[in-house]
T-cell receptor, first 114, second 115 residues
Framework: ETGVTQTPRHLVMGMTNKKSLKCEQH?????MYWYKQSAKKPLELMFV???????ENNSVPSRFSPECPNSSHLFLHLHTLQPEDSALYLC?????????????FGPGTRLLVL | AQKITQTQPGMFVQEKEAVTLDCTYD???????LFWYKQPSSGEMIFLIY??????QNATEGRYSLNFQKARKSANLVISASQLGDSAMYFC????????????FGAGTRLFVKA
């Protein structure tokens, strides 16, 4: 089974909608991450959870709300988004955050905000 | 501040030849880790290779090797015997020892392998 899965793979939403992105990891990892990848920009770290506790919030607008109910699942709740939030949202996991820890990524959710 | 620079927006290589993708970094932390990831058109980031700042030897993983020149702060990825399936975006990334959770990514290089 694929290590890190994300649903949906594609999402189109209006600025007044509320939607959620889901990430699930099957690797037994203890840390999970949300990244944003916009066109022609480097990957940007949004949130980090370690042992279900948020340890990093990289100045992300409050219209993005993460949730980590357990070490295998991570959600990103979206509300009142802007067109500039259209991007590829990537989830990743690692054993624990650390210098040598390799992050394993999911396939991403391509989000379009109209 | 951390910085990763990939100066080649796009590269072409003939199938079966070797190619080098450049990466330079900037950090004042003596302890750091460098990563290379591959991103095919499907979107998933695939880990390729890791180099620690204190590692004595250059990292190798199959057809991938990392040309680590610490004094020059460069960590170039070398792909030997290129295959058509190597066509993708390649990202260099760095994590500092005291950063804990943050991995900083470069802008990427798009590699095209020609038959």
């Amino acid at each position: 089974e694929t290590g890190v899965t994300q649903t949906p793979r594609h999402l189109v939403m209006g600025m007044t909608n509320k939607k959620s992105l889901k990430c699930e990891q099957h690797l037994g990892h203890n840390a999970m991450y949300w990244y944003k990848q916009s066109a022609k920009k480097p990957l940007e770290l949004m949130f980090v959870y370690s042992l279900e506790e948020r340890v990093e919030n990289n100045s992300v607008p409050s219209r993005f709300s993460p949730e980590c109910p357990n070490s295998s699942h991570l959600f990103l709740h979206l509300h009142t988004l802007q067109p500039e939030d259209s991007a590829l949202y990537l989830c990743a996991s690692s054993q624990l955050p650390g210098l040598r820890e390799t992050q394993y990524f999911g396939p991403g959710t391509r989000l379009l905000v109209l | 501040a951390q910085k990763i620079t990939q100066t080649q927006p796009g590269m072409f290589v003939q199938e079966k030849e070797a190619v080098t993708l450049d990466c330079t970094y900037d950090t004042s932390d003596p302890s750091y880790g460098l990563f290379w990831y591959k991103q095919p058109s499907s979107g998933e980031m695939i880990f390729l290779i890791y180099q620690g700042s204190y590692d004595q030897q250059n990292a190798t993983e199959g057809r991938y090797s990392l040309n680590f020149q610490k004094a020059r702060k460069s960590a170039n990825l070398v792909i030997s015997a290129s295959q058509l399936g190597d066509s993708a975006m390649y990202f260099c990334a760095m994590r500092e020892g005291d950063g804990g959770f943050k991995t900083i990514f470069g802008a990427g290089t798009r590699l095209f392998v020609k038959a």
